[in-house]
Each structure stands twice: as structure tokens, then as C-alpha cells.
């Protein structure tokens, strides 16, 4: 950037700060009271505020903050000093009700003066405005001096940051970039006086501290942990506005920021709210609300808000960085990341809302983003970049899912969606059952809540097949699925309990790989579980069967399994002795029980360890349970409702002990807030109870298994690759599958016959081949493979023995 230094007149009178490069950065609080930004495409900076001050800035994409922190410091330069974030008592409200632009007041805690903010940005660039009123007692508000303080990350780093005085047009504004992003900010009033510093040693925190008053003006401050300082001047005006832009180099964030500034207020508010105005939710849904339809209406909004605008359809888990009070430079991806999983929820819900083209965008964005193995990396940036590198079955189904939801609703327009699908569904039968990660992260193996969706993924893709003209993939892929149903309580159940003396069966959390399987441990064989976020000297080792979570009831949530199964019954009364929370609001459960991730047992972060908390979005899963159940849900609604913050904010996580430390028994924690994979869930949760049935079940699925329209399953899956198995009950057919096209020859009486068989292909689901066996077989299957495509022979015979049927 030093190649445009001379077109501005810097400062250099002031000097340079001293103390560089500044303290270790660190992020700030995750439990944020509001996420905004402008409806409009064209503005493309977000915002979020907690504790009655401006947290990150997001530009150009959602997944790149380029600020810590702005706050105002108080001082009557003799007696006092305040900062908004630890002095003040806040008070939050929404501008208006059906749009994301907040009003805070803050006021003095000994009633001497407040001073109301009214937070939006530019409805059409990227500016975050800030119109600022005090008011109070005269002979107070004649002494009072107000600062606006800035805390630069840009481009998600807090280091390496630097930040000049510069004047334009005979004003003061405070510049600061990094790399080739630049960000500006200005008074509407203009500031009589900027410093620049170095977090920790020449900030304008620390020269008010001293003694109430600004004594520093530095120039500049660079290459460090840096902020900006300006003085308001008082004595012409107790309302202004504050405009901080955005731009890749100097004068774009100028121009933008200056230009923002020469607009009223007024007129920038107008067009904010009618823009969302545009954007209203269906107001039948909230007849099933608790609350007048007020966390719906915020939820639809907050989901809305975290789609980028540049990369269309990409939607972020949350526009937060949990425990960011704790975590500086080197975490780079926070909760603003794309994630299938919950990007998949936040599209389904809305389509329950009645916006099958938002869906359909985010449908587009994934198959822009898909590998061409028809995979997905486990999270990643908004330009498709992978950040986490896990292979996580279910976020493979969840995007054929949402394509066989929006081709039944006839939503998918002329996006020809079927290779998309078949990609997808090759993927899951080259690599199911056995996941490397399920919906936690943290473990590999057979995961209920994985093949929920994996089944569900498959019969969808099947239905597409038909569809499409393709009967023969189709009847693979449902053969397939009812392969891995046929096989659900065999993987994923334990007939000897020991959570709950009253029930021996029940569904684990998820059970550790086989001996033979892909991500198989050393402890392979042993039943053994590891548990990664485990304390120090804290037991991280343990049988499956001593781990539960509600996972399971993916398998009602899609029609997999009956409410009524008594396998799902018994499993919830095991959750319920061992996970199950009675918060001030109501039941909220925690994911399962030995978890680490979350809130330390003193109330410290998580790094690492912790303690795992109560999640509200499991109290809407539990709620949809109910509901297919029969049961009235009201009550759980209710509940859900209470969790939120003031402005409407969903947390991951809730404290779930008596009041520590600052943390309140039912209040957020510090994980992420809002999570918007919790709002999507509210958001369905009021479809649901208004449809009377669970907008996420699948009919194609509910049909099939619930309903108990397919037979038992008549084959079991062999792969070279990833699934050796050693034996086959007498009249199935051991079906080889493979991605590449292979000739088997084959014999059923020890190699004193043979018979040959080409597989058959099925698109990019791979090729297979049927090996036959009879009702009352014994002995064992020998075969060996001759590779087509590569017109080798794999070398090797191998042996399945036949059991009989019992």
C-alpha cells in the first residue's frame, strides 16, 4: 500500500506509537446479541453486536472479519472512565421488528448520561453506520468527552495490521489495512483529534486509563496488533455518525466510507428496513409459536443473513468464533465456514418457509463445490477452498436430500440436477457404512444418525434414478440402502446396556470401526471408543456401550424407524437418565455423555477440553420426536424459545450448572451464538407443528421402511477395498462392488468347478457383480478378480464362508 501514500496527506506530525507490534490478538466474545447486514446483494459487509458494542465486521465474504471490536470510551477527564462493553448497562432492541438493524442504549450505571446507537449498514455498499445520540444530565454532558475506539483484524488476523492518520477534505479519518484490504473510519462531525497505537501499550484505552484524558497522537501505528482512535467534538454536537468501510486498497474504503457519510442517516435506515421488508416470513407459522411469532421472524433473518452475497447460495454455520476471547490468529476458521450438514438445514428450512429459490441457490453452490469423487470436504471457505480435510457421510447425503426435496417440489427450474445426484449417491456406496466422522466430528464408525441419513441419501437418489431413465441404478442404490437397513441394529445397537440398569438394548452413540474397516484403530475389535476432548488425566477410553447420544432419532426424523419402534423408545430412556438437562427455561440435552467439547468444569474456555453442555438445538430435534410421536409439543416450543437472547440469538451450547464465574445456569455459553443450524430447527419445528407432521420426514423413505413396503434385504456387500467380509448367511447373494469395471471368477466347491462373471456398471455408482448362494448352502464362496480397465489380475483368491440361515 505504500505506492498510494502519496495521494493523502498523512499525518506525520503526530509520530509514530510506540510499543509495536502490540499484545497477542485475540477475537472477542462469541455470545452475540444480533447479527445484521443489509437484504440487499450489492452491500457486502456484515456486522454482529454482544454486550452492548459492535463486534466483527465481515467483508467481502462472511467468512473473513476485519475487525475485533468498536466501542465508545467516557470519560468527564477528571474523575471517571468508562467503556461501553464493561461500564455500561445495555438495553437491546431491533430498529424494527422485521429487520436486522439494532438500537443499544447504554446507560451510565449511576443514571448521569446514556448514549443510544443505532446500528445498520449502507443499504447498498459495504459500510457499517452508526448514528450515536447522548443524552443526559446538562452540567454531566457539558464535561463529558466520548471516544470511538476500533480494533482492526483485518482479513482475519489481528497481527500484521497497520493504521495511519490521514486527512480528507480537511477532516481526520482513521485508516487501517492489511495486505490489500483497507478499512476507514469517519464522523459524521468529524473527529477533532485520531491516534493510532499498539494494543496493550500506546492504545487509546491505555492513554484514558492513565488519567482520563487523550495525551496521545500518534500518527501511526504498523505492522502489529494496532487501533484507532477518534475524538468526538462534543461541543458542537451530542448526535453524529460514525461510518467505518471498506476496500480493497486506500481510496476504495475512503471513497465508499466517505460517500456513505454524505448520506443521511435517515434515508441509508429507510431503505434498510424496506429492503428486508421484502423478505418477510409466512405469518401462518407463527401462529405455533409461543411468542407472537418474534423468534421466528428473527430466525428466518438470521438464516438469511448468513448467505454470502458474492458467492451465492453458500451459507455459514455462524458469523462467530466460539470462545474468541481465548483464540487469536492462529484459529483461522471460527464457526464462519461452510459446513454441508448444517448449510443443507439452513436451505430445508427455508423452503419451509416458503423459499424453494434460496434453496435452490444453495443447491447450485454445492454442486459447484463438490469433488469430483462426489464428495465434500468436512467445512470449508466460501470459495470452496477445504479448511478440515474428514470424510463425514452424512453431509454427502444431506445435499441429495435437499436435490430430491426441490425436485418434488418442482423448484429445481432448468439446473439438471441428476449427475449432481449420482456423484453423490457413488460416493456413499463406495464409502457407507462406515463413516470417518459423523455428525460430531471427533469419531470413526457406525453412527445411527450417519445412516440415517445415508439411507435416506440413497433411496432419494434411486427415486431421482427412476425418474431420470435409469431403472438399473435405481434398484442398486435401493438395494443398497436396504442393505445398511437391514443391518442398523447389528452396527449400532448393544444388547448389554450398563447407562440404565432397566434397559440392556439400546442404540450407541456410534460404534468403533471393525477389524478390516476403513479408520480402524489399534484397539479395533475391542469395542473400544476414544474420546479426543478429553481433560488432563481424565478417562478417554471407553466400550461403545457406555456412550450414548440421540443421534437415533435421525432414523423417525426421515422414516427410517417407526416413533413407536421399541428399540427407539427404550433408547430415549436411556438419554433421557444420562443426557437429559432440567434448565430454568426447561429439558435441554447435552450431545452425549464423557463429552469434552464445551465449557470447562471452572467455567474457563474450551481449548482443547472441556466439558460438554446442553445444546437447545436438541431440544427442536427432541420436539420433532414428540411430535411424531402423537405428542402435543407446545411446551417443548416454549422451551426452545426461552433459549434465545435478548435479540433473538440461538447459543450451541448453554451453562448447565449453577451460576459460575459469570456464566448463568441456562444463559449461553461460549460456544458459538447464533448457531444457525439452531434457528433452522426452530424454523422447521413451527413448519412441523403447523403441517402436523415432520416437514423433514421423506414419504419415498417413510414408505419404504416405516411402512414396511421392501423385503429383507437378500444380499451382503463385499469390497476388495474396504470391506472384506469373512462370511455370508446361506441364501443371500454376496454382492461385490467395486468403481472400477472387474471379471470374477468364482467357484462354490472348492475350485473343483469355476464360473465367470462380468460385472454389470451402473453409472458412477461403480459396477457390481452377485456371487449366488443356496437356502441350505454350506461351505464357503473362493473367488478371485481380474481388473478390466487395467487388464491385470488382482493375484490373490479369496474365501467367504457360508453360514446357515437361523
Excluded at 443499544?104 to 448514528?131: A, F, Q
Excluded at 466430528?441 to 440415517?452: H, I, K, Q, R
Excluded at 448447565?656 to 426452530?682: I, Q, R, T
Excluded at 464357503?780 to 490373490?796: K, V, Y
Aim: proline share 5%; aromatic share 10%; charged share 25%.
Amino acid at each position: 500500500m505504500a505506492q498510494a501514500a502519496s495521494q493523502y496527506r498523512w499525518l506525520e506530525g503526530q509520530g509514530a506509537a510506540f510499543g509495536g507490534p502490540g499484545l497477542e490478538p485475540r477475537w472477542t466474545s462469541s455470545a452475540k446479541d444480533a447479527v445484521g447486514t443489509a437484504y440487499s446483494a450489492s452491500s457486502r459487509v456484515w456486522f454482529t453486536v454482544s454486550h452492548g458494542i459492535l463486534n466483527e465486521i465481515y467483508y467481502p465474504t462472511i467468512d473473513r472479519p476485519q475487525i475485533r471490536d468498536m466501542q465508545f470510551l467516557i470519560t468527564d477527564g477528571e474523575t471517571f472512565f468508562h467503556e461501553e462493553r464493561r461500564n455500561l448497562k445495555h438495553e437491546f432492541e431491533y430498529i424494527d421488528s422485521d429487520a436486522l438493524g439494532v438500537r443499544i442504549r447504554n446507560v451510565d450505571p449511576d443514571g448521569r448520561y446514556v448514549l443510544t446507537k443505532e446500528i445498520i449498514s449502507d443499504p447498498h455498499y459495504p459500510v457499517v453506520l452508526i448514528r450515536v445520540k447522548l443524552e443526559g444530565k446538562e452540567d454531566v454532558i457539558s464535561r463529558l468527552r466520548v471516544y470511538a475506539l476500533l480494533s482492526p483484524h483485518i482479513e482475519g488476523g489481528g497481527m500484521g495490521n497497520s493504521a495511519r492518520v490521514v486527512d480528507v477534505a480537511g477532516r481526520r479519518v482513521g485508516l487501517a489495512w492489511r495486505n490489500h484490504t483497507s478499512l476507514a473510519m469517519a464522523a459524521s462531525c468529524g473527529f477533532s483529534r485520531v491516534s493510532c497505537g499498539y494494543v496493550g501499550a500506546s492504545d487509546g484505552w491505555q492513554d484514558l486509563k492513565q488519567n482520563f484524558l487523550m495525551d496521545w497522537e500518534f500518527g501511526s501505528a504498523l505492522d502489529g496488533n494496532v487501533s484507532i482512535m477518534g475524538e468526538i467534538p462534543l461541543e458542537h454536537t451530542h448526535r453524529f455518525v460514525i461510518a467505518i468501510g471498506f476496500g480493497e486498497g486506500h481510496h476504495a474504503a475512503l471513497a465508499t466510507t466517505l460517500g456513505a457519510r454524505a448520506t443521511k442517516f435517515e434515508r441509508h435506515l429507510t431503505r434498510f428496513i424496506e429492503q428486508w421488508h421484502r423478505a418477510a416470513t409466512p405469518g401462518e407459522l407463527g401462529e405455533h409459536a409461543s411468542d407472537g411469532g418474534r423468534l421466528l421472524q428473527i430466525s428466518h433473518n438470521v438464516v438469511l443473513a448468513h448467505e454470502d452475497k458474492t458467492y451465492g447460495g453458500a451459507f455459514i454455520a455462524s458469523a462467530s468464533i466460539p470462545w474468541g476471547y481465548a483464540k487469536g490468529d492462529d484459529d483461522l476458521g471460527g464457526y464462519h465456514l461452510v459446513w454441508t450438514r448444517d448449510m443443507v438445514q439452513s436451505a430445508t428450512a427455508l423452503m419451509a418457509c416458503g423459499r424453494p429459490q434460496t434453496a435452490l441457490r444453495a443447491l447450485v453452490y454445492l454442486a459447484c463445490t463438490q469433488k469430483p469423487d462426489g464428495g465434500f470436504a468436512q467445512n470449508f471457505w466460501i470459495d470452496g477452498t477445504p479448511y478440515w480435510s474428514g470424510i463425514q457421510l452424512d453431509e454427502v447425503a444431506f445435499p441429495i436430500m435437499l436435490a430430491w426435496r426441490l425436485w418434488k417440489a418442482d423448484a429445481l427450474g432448468t439446473f439438471d440436477v441428476f449427475p449432481f445426484v449420482e456423484r453423490a449417491a457413488g460416493f456413499l456406496v463406495r464409502y457407507a457404512p462406515v463413516t470417518q466422522q459423523e455428525r460430531w466430528e471427533e469419531a470413526a464408525g457406525y453412527s445411527p444418525s450417519t445412516l440415517a441419513a445415508v439411507i435416506s441419501g440413497l433411496v432419494c437418489a434411486a427415486d431421482m434414478a427412476r425418474a431420470h431413465g435409469s431403472p438399473e441404478l435405481g434398484q442398486f442404490l435401493e438395494e443398497h440402502a436396504d442393505w445398511i437397513e437391514s443391518h442398523l441394529e447389528d452396527w449400532t445397537v448393544t444388547n448389554n446396556g450398563v447407562l440404565d440398569p432397566e434397559v440392556k438394548r439400546h442404540y450407541m452413540r456410534i460404534r468403533p470401526p471393525e477389524c478390516g474397516d476403513p479408520y480402524a484403530h489399534e484397539e479395533c475389535g475391542t469395542e473400544t471408543l476414544r474420546l479426543n476432548n478429553r481433560g488432563p488425566g481424565e478417562k478417554y477410553e471407553f466400550e461403545a456401550r457406555e456412550v450414548i447420544d440421540a443421534g437415533f432419532l435421525e432414523l423417525v426424523r426421515y422414516g427410517v424407524r417407526r416413533p413407536d419402534d421399541p428399540l427407539i423408545v427404550d433408547s430415549l430412556k436411556v438419554v433421557d437418565r444420562v443426557l437429559k438437562i432440567n434448565a430454568p427455561q426447561g429439558p435441554c440435552w447435552r450431545r452425549y455423555n464423557h463429552d469434552g467439547y464445551g465449557q470447562r468444569h471452572d467455567g474457563g474456555p474450551y481449548l482443547g477440553w472441556g466439558q460438554g453442555r446442553a445444546w437447545p438445538l436438541l431440544t427442536g430435534e427432541r420436539a420433532h420426536y414428540e411430535l411424531a410421536a402423537g405428542r402435543d409439543v407446545r411446551p417443548l416450543i416454549h422451551t426452545y424459545e426461552q433459549f434465545a437472547s435478548a435479540g433473538g440469538m440461538l447459543p450451541e451450547q448453554i451453562w448447565d450448572e449453577a451460576d459460575k464465574n459469570g456464566l448463568c445456569f441456562g444463559g449461553p455459553a461460549g460456544s458459538a451464538m447464533p448457531l444457525v443450524w439452531a434457528h433452522a430447527e426452530y424454523l422447521k419445528l413451527l413448519r412441523s407443528a403447523k403441517d402436523g407432521r415432520v416437514y423433514d420426514c421423506i414419504p419415498v423413505v417413510a414408505r419404504r421402511y416405516a411402512g414396511g413396503e421392501h423385503q429383507p434385504s437378500r444380499i451382503e456387500v463385499y469390497k476388495v477395498s474396504r470391506r472384506q467380509i469373512r462370511r455370508i448367511t446361506a441364501g443371500k447373494a454376496l454382492r461385490m462392488t467395486s468403481a472400477s469395471r472387474f471379471r470374477v471368477v468364482w467357484s462354490d466347491d472348492g475350485w473343483k468347478t469355476s464360473h465367470v462373471l462380468d460385472s454389470t456398471q451402473v453409472g458412477f455408482a461403480g459396477s457390481y457383480a452377485d456371487l449366488p448362494t443356496g437356502e441350505k448352502q454350506t461351505g464357503a464362496l473362493s473367488f478371485t478378480l481380474f481388473w478390466s480397465d487395467e487388464q491385470r489380475w488382482e493375484g490373490r483368491n479369496f474365501d467367504v464362508e457360508i453360514e446357515p440361515a437361523s
